[in-house]
């Protein structure tokens, strides 16, 4: 069982993320209603599986989805500085619009490098959503046209995120007590 113990504070709650979700899926549809043939939803591995699930469930367009792992955190907390493709898309995205999913945006480091590295292959547009923001920790200026929540400067775990591949399967955005991971 996970344990309850290692949590500071739940952050999002299990209801919030599900309003939220309706409202980001209608601001979604609304931007690529009328140019959906070419959207390939694109769900960075492994935190955004869960948020994207949800997402494109809501999402009535004719889309396709792919998925990206790049190098992270590891079972350490702190951000290495360095991006790595481990895992890259299986369609060709010349021509087509991209909604890169992520489930937390922290320095910006990683969404500047794919939102660079999409576009030089030749994508239509390339826009971000992400279910988590932490503005206070921003090193790289991005645009994130869609965003869940912003939160502050703390570790979270849940919905997706895990510390150490444990957590991702919470239905809530808790932050986790220090002693845990440092
Ligand atoms: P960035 O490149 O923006 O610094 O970091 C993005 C990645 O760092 C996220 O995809 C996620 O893997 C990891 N990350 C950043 N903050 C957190 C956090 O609070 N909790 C967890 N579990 N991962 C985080």
Do not use: C, W
């Not at 991006?83 to 087509?96: A, C, M, Q």
């Amino acid at each position: 069982m996970n344990n309850r113990n290692n949590f500071k504070e739940i952050l999002v709650s299990e209801s919030e993320i599900d309003a939220r979700l309706e409202e980001l899926s209608k601001e979604i549809y609304e931007v690529y209603k009328n140019d959906e043939d070419d959207l390939v939803v694109v769900g960075i591995l492994r935190g955004a599986v869960i948020f994207m699930a949800e997402l494109i469930l809501r999402l009535d367009l004719d889309l396709h989805t792919d998925y990206m792992a790049v190098s992270s955190y590891g079972s350490s907390s702190v951000s290495s500085g360095v991006v790595r493709i481990l895992k890259d898309l299986e369609e060709d995205i010349k021509g087509k619009n991209i909604l890169i999913v992520e489930d937390i945006i922290d320095t910006g480091l990683t969404l500047k490098y794919l939102t660079k590295n999409l576009k030089e292959r030749g994508a239509k547009s390339v826009r971000i959503a992400t279910l988590l923001d932490k503005p206070e920790r921003r090193k790289e200026d991005v645009n994130v046209d869609f965003i869940g929540f912003e939160i502050p400067d703390e570790f979270v775990v849940g919905y997706g995120l895990d510390y150490d591949q444990k957590y991702r399967n919470l239905p809530f955005v808790a932050s986790l007590k220090e002693e845990v991971y440092s």
